[in-house]
C-alpha cells in the first residue's frame, strides 16, 4: 500500500473523525530506538562510568528481552523491525551501495499501523532508502522529520549538516532545525504526541545518536571530564556524552505521557540497532564483540517494553531468543491489529512469553549474519544462535548459558550439535536463493510527481569496490569509484540530468577549493575542505544517452538532456579529471521536464 499525499490528506481526516473511540479502543505505540549503543552501554546494564539514570529507572519497571538479537550494523536492524522478515531477504544487508534499500513490495510496520488507524510519525534516522518510492512517508508514515542516509554528514543528507541547526526533510521538504540533532527530534516528537494525544499513534523515534561522529553539547562533553574519568579515551567520553543527552530526552519523553495521561495505555519501547561501537574495550556487559561482530555482543541488545494497561512492568527478565523480525508479528497479536502477511515472515509473535507466566515455547534456532557486500556471500560471519548454543563461522561452538563471553570453543566435543547447526543454516541461506533475492534491485523511480526532480549520490551506487565515495567528504577529498546506479523511469519523456561534485545547495563550482570546518569543543570530527580543481569532463550513460562534455571554468553542474522512454536502465555518471582519472559524479539531479 503506497501512501500518496491526497492518502495521507483522506486518512487525516478519518483520523480525526475517528476521535475518542479510536483512542479507547487501541494502545499507544512509542519506540525509540538509538544507533551503535551496545548492551554494555547503560548503567542498568552493569556500566560503572556512564550516567543514565532515567532508562535506568524504565529499567526496573519494564520487562526486558535479555536475549534479543538485530543486525551488526544498523540498517539491517531496522529493516528486520519494518517488515518482520531476515534483513538478507529484503535488500538490506549493507549500508551503502544500494544495499540499505528495502523493497518496494514489503510491508512495513507502519503501513500495518496505518491500515488499523493509527496516525504515524518517524523522527531521526530511516536509512532505508533517500528516494521514492523508498522514504518513509512512501511507507506508511504521515509525519516524517529525517536526516539523509545512514548519518548526519552522510553522502545524501544536507551538505555539511553538523548535529547542530541542521537543516532535515520535514515530509519531503527541507526545513531547517534550531538545536542539537537529538532534541530537535525528540522535540518534534512531543510536539506530535501533543497533537494526537485523542487518537492512537504510532511514533518511531529513529535516533542517529550516539553514531560517530560523536558531536555533542559542550554541557554533555563537560559531564565526562574529569579526574574519574581520566582512564576513558576522549572519544569514548563523548559517546557516553551522547548516550547522557538521549537519556535527559528520555525523562522529557516520559514526562509528557505523563501530563497527557498517556503513559497507562502507551507502549514504550527502548531498544538499540547493533553492538556498540565504542564502549567494547571499557565495559561490554560480559559478551564477546562490537558492532559489525558475529559474536553475541555484535547482536544482542537491549529491549525494554513498558505498557501498565496490558501488565508489562515489574522489571521481568525473558530469556528465550527474539530477533527484531518478531516485532511486527509481535505487534499484530498483541493489539489485535488486522494484518495478512503477503509474504512469509521470518518472525513469530511474542506475545506468549510476554503476557504468559509460563508459555509453551520451542527451541527456536536463529540466524544472523554480517555480509557488508555489493552481492550476498554464504558462509560470511555468521552465527547459528538457540537457546544452549552458538555455532559461529560454521567451526567455533559455545555453550552460550555457561560461556557468555564466548572464550571455551567446544567444537569438537559436540560434533552432533554443530551438524544440526549447520543443516539448519544450510536450509536458511537456500530460502534466501529461492525467494530470488540475489538477482533483484531495488530501482530508484524518477520521473514521478512525487519526486521531481530527484537528487541521488554515490552513496546508492553499486560499486564493486569502493572507498568514501558514499560520505559527503568523499566529494570534498575526491574519492574515486566507478558503478552505476539502479534506476526506474517511470514515464516517456524530456529528461534533464544534472551532474554535480557537490549538491545544489552547497552552491559550490565543480572546481571549488575551500578550507574545512573550524573545529569546536562539540565536534568530534570536523568536515574536510577541497583542494581539487582539474575536473575536465563529464560523461553520462543511461538509456540512449552517452555522451561527455566539457566542465568550464566556474561551472557547477553538467546538464545532460534528452529523451527517455519508460524502463529500468543503469546510470553511469562519472567526473574525469584533467589526467583521466574516473570519479563519481556525487550528486546526480534527474527531472522530469
Known amino acids: 500500500m503506497k501512501f500518496s499525499r491526497h492518502w495521507m490528506a483522506v486518512a487525516a481526516a478519518v483520523f480525526l473523525g475517528a476521535g475518542a473511540t479510536a483512542r479507547a ?10 544507533d551503535d549503543q551496545g548492551m554494555g552501554d547503560l548503567g542498568c546494564t552493569g556500566n560503572p562510568y556512564i550516567k543514565t539514570p532515567h532508562i535506568d529507572k524504565f529499567h526496573s519497571d519494564a520487562v526486558r528481552l535479555t536475549n534479543y538479537h538485530v543486525g551488526t550494523t544498523c540498517a539491517p536492524s531496522r529493516s528486520m523491525i519494518m517488515s518482520g522478515r531476515h534483513c538478507n531477504r529484503v535488500n538490506v544487508y549493507h549500508t551503502i551501495n544500494g544495499r540499505s534499500i528495502l523493497f518496494e513490495d514489503e510491508v512495513t510496520l507502519a503501513e500495518v499501523f496505518a491500515q488499523n488507524g493509527y496516525v504515524n510519525a518517524m523522527y531521526g534516522k530511516w536509512h532505508l532508502g533517500d528516494n521514492y518510492p523508498y522514504r518513509p512517508e512512501d511507507r506508511g508514515f504521515h509525519e516524517v522529520v529525517r536526516h539523509g542516509a545512514g548519518g548526519i554528514g552522510q553522502g545524501p543528507d544536507y551538505w555539511w549538516n553538523d548535529y547542530f541547526d541542521d537543516t532535515y526533510w520535514h515530509n519531503s521538504e527541507l526545513q531547517q532545525y534550531e538545536g542539537y540533532c537529538t532534541d530537535v527530534f525528540f522535540a518534534e516528537a512531543l510536539k506530535f504526541i501533543e497533537t494526537n494525544k485523542d487518537k492512537p499513534f504510532f511514533c518511531y523515534l529513529s535516533l542517529n545518536a550516539p553514531h560517530a561522529p560523536y558531536n555533542l553539547p559542550k554541557d554533555y562533553y563537560d559531564l565526562y571530564q574529569g579526574e574519574e574519568f581520566e582512564e576513558l579515551h576522549p572519544r569514548l567520553r563523548r559517546f557516553y556524552g551522547m548516550i547522557s543527552n538521549i537519556d535527559d530526552n528520555f525523562q522529557k519523553l516520559e514526562t509528557k505521557l505523563d501530563e497527557l495521561g498517556l503513559t497507562e495505555n502507551t507502549i514504550l519501547i527502548f531498544t538499540t540497532d547493533n553492538g556498540t561501537s565504542a564502549g567494547r574495550s571499557v565495559y561490554n556487559a560480559g559478551l564477546k564483540g562490537s558492532k559489525g561482530s558475529q559474536y553475541d555482543g555484535g547482536h544482542r541488545v537491549p529491549f525494554f517494553i513498558r505498557w501498565p494497561d496490558g501488565k508489562l512492568t515489574g522489571g521481568k527478565d525473558i530469556g528465550q531468543l527474539a530477533a527484531a523480525y518478531d516485532l511486527l508479528p509481535t505487534f499484530a497479536d498483541l493489539l489485535g491489529l488486522d494484518f495478512e502477511p ?50 559461529v563461522d560454521g567451526n567455533k561452538l559455545y555453550k552460550i548459558n555457561e560461556d557468555l563471553s564466548q572464550d ?141 562534455q566539457e566542465i568550464k571554468e566556474g561551472q557547477d553542474e553538467v546538464v545532460f538532456k534528452g529523451r527517455i522512454p519508460a524502463g529500468k536502465y543503469d546510470l553511469e555518471a562519472h567526473l574525469i579529471d584533467s589526467v583521466g582519472r574516473v570519479h563519481p559524479a556525487y550528486y546526480v539531479y534527474i527531472e522530469k521536464l
Request: charged residues 30%.
Open 342 to 391: 503477503k509474504k512469509p515472515l521470518d518472525g513469530k509473535s511474542l506475545k506468549p512469553l510476554l503476557t504468559h507466566e509460563n508459555p509453551n515455547w520451542e527451541n527456536r534456532i536463529l540466524y544472523i549474519d554480517t555480509q557488508r557486500e555489493q552481492n550476498l556471500i554464504k558462509y560470511k560471519k555468521y552465527s547459528v544462535m538457540d537457546e544452549n548454543w552458538r555455532l
Open 25 to 34: 479502543e487501541k494502545p499507544n505505540v512509542v519506540f525509540v530506538i538509538t
Open 408 to 548: 571455551q570453543d567446544v567444537y569438537d566435543q559436540y560434533p552432533e550439535v554443530a551438524e544440526r547447526l549447520k543443516a539448519g543454516y544450510e536450509k536458511w541461506w537456500q530460502s534466501f536463493m529461492d525467494d530470488g533475492v540475489a538477482e533483484r534491485y531495488a530501482y530508484i523511480k524518477v520521473g514521478s510527481p512525487h519526486e521531481n526532480p530527484t537528487k541521488i549520490h554515490a552513496h546508492d551506487q553499486i560499486v564493486g569496490r569502493y572507498n568514501d565515495s558514499w560520505h559527503q567528504n568523499g566529494a570534498s577529498e575526491a574519492a574515486q569509484s566507478t558503478g552505476k546506479w539502479k534506476i526506474e523511469f517511470v514515464t516517456d519523456g524530456e529528461y534533464s540530468i544534472s551532474l554535480r561534485r557537490f549538491p545544489r545547495e552547497s552552491g559550490l563550482a565543480i572546481n571549488a577549493t575551500f578550507p574545512g570546518q573550524e573545529p569546536r569543543v562539540e565536534l568530534d570530527k570536523t568536515a574536510t575542505g577541497s583542494v581539487k580543481d582539474d575536473f575536465a569532463e563529464a560523461m553520462l550513460y543511461v538509456a540512449n544517452i552517452s555522451k561527455t
